[in-house]
């Protein structure tokens, strides 16, 4: 079974690279072309000329882009090449019923549909450890496991198409509270005149201690702020979070600040740093 990769991106890269390794990877393509043939020289491997080419030379697509109307822009020019059988599985990170409305394109096609939305950053990407979540058929989703190894440590199903993309925001509601807790808390370590470095160490070893901090926090009291997840990206699915939230009628209060704060970042022209950067909003 090959699979195509649409979408090289700093998420997409690292899976398509591991992918690759793994003798797996058919093709790829991305929208700008010119990241696709870097891919390309650096693995050999066939830049499709199209999305619906990619899909006619794959059994399974899979996707990761930025936004909903990319999603839907990509399954549209998927449509020429796929096939019955075939298996569209997307890994961006879109509203749960952008998910469903792919699917029900696909499905008039006789083609499966799972949305499988990753978690672990551009350094899970690149490990192989990457954790993810998938709503769709439970049946298609053990027919690819084989595809999955490569590029995950953990695969949950969640349910059907859409559950994926409800898991996924939880979590991002969970990073955007311990990116507000861990920046606002250095920010008092620093007024406080205590030592950055060692107090983050110190932390990290007890009950306060987080793959945020242990992956950002050096760097975020050192002001480089090089992305991993960008502002943007996430302030993209924090939009989504909310309008569930308000939709589920729970508080959003810290949801709200952490929009405010990566608005203010962006207003600044940050939006292309990594989310640690809200540390910025928290000096005096």
Not at 57 to 78: A, G, H, N, P, Q
Not at 143 to 160: D, N, S, W
Request: hydrophobic share 45%; charged share 20%; proline share 3%.
């Amino acid at each position: 079974m090959k699979i195509g990769v649409i979408g090289l991106g700093a998420m997409g890269w690292g899976m398509a690279m591991n992918l690759h390794r793994a003798n797996l990877l058919e093709a790829v393509w991305n929208r700008t072309i010119s990241r696709a043939h870097a891919f390309e020289a650096q693995s050999g491997v066939v830049v499709a000329s199209d999305p619906a080419t990619l899909a006619a030379r794959c059994e399974v697509i899979l996707t990761c882009v930025s936004e909903d109307k990319d999603l839907f822009e990509v399954v549209d020019k998927l449509l020429a090449g796929l096939a019955p059988g075939k298996v569209v599985m997307d890994c961006s990170t879109v509203d749960p019923q952008t998910a469903v409305c792919c699917a029900e394109r696909l499905a008039n096609k006789q083609v499966a549909f799972l949305d499988a939305p990753v978690t672990g950053g551009v350094e899970g990407a690149q490990k192989g450890t990457l954790s993810m979540m998938i709503g769709g058929d439970a049946r298609v989703l053990e027919r690819i496991m084989p595809l999955l190894k490569p590029i995950t440590a953990h695969v949950t199903h969640m349910g059907p198409v859409g559950s994926g993309q409800k898991a996924k925001a939880v979590n991002q509601v969970m990073v955007a509270g311990i990116n507000q807790a861990v920046t606002q808390a250095l920010a008092l370590g620093q007024s406080l005149d205590l030592p950055l470095t060692k107090l983050i160490g110190a932390i990290a070893g007890g009950a306060a201690g987080n793959w945020f901090l242990d992956h950002r926090g050096l760097s975020m009291v050192e002001n480089q702020f090089t992305a991993g997840f960008k502002v943007a990206h996430h302030l993209k699915d924090l939009r989504i979070c909310r309008a569930l939230t308000t939709e589920a009628g729970l508080e959003d209060t810290f949801l709200e600040a952490t929009t405010a704060g990566y608005e203010t970042l962006i207003e600044e022209g940050f939006g292309g740093e990594d989310i640690s950067a809200l540390y910025r909003t928290k000096l005096k």
